[in-house]
C-alpha cells in the first residue's frame, strides 16, 4: 500500500467513509483494548468526550496499520 494509499484511508475511515471495526474483522485482527472515557477521564480531567472519540480512532487506525506493517509503531 502506497503512502497516498495509506493516507486516503486514514481520511476515510476518520470522515465514516469506512468502517474501522470491520477492518479489523475484515483483515482477522485484534482489535486493541481502548480504555472509556471514564477510566480516561479518572487521569485527564479536562479530556472532553470529542477528544477522546478522536485519540479512539487515531490509536485503532495506527494499531491497525502496525498490525498489517503497512507503518512503524
Not at 485482527?29 to 468526550?49: D, S
Not at 487506525?61 to 507503518?71: A, D, P, R, S
Amino acid at each position: 500500500m502506497t503512502e497516498q494509499e495509506k493516507q486516503q484511508l486514514r481520511e476515510d475511515i476518520k470522515a465514516g467513509k469506512v468502517n474501522i471495526d470491520e477492518l479489523y474483522e475484515k483483515y482477522d485482527k485484534n482489535l486493541p483494548y481502548m480504555f472509556t472515557y471514564e477510566e480516561r477521564k479518572i487521569k485527564e480531567p479536562n479530556l472532553t468526550i470529542e477528544e477522546y472519540e478522536e485519540d479512539v480512532i487515531n490509536d485503532k487506525i495506527t494499531i491497525l496499520f502496525w498490525q498489517m506493517g503497512w507503518e512503524e509503531f
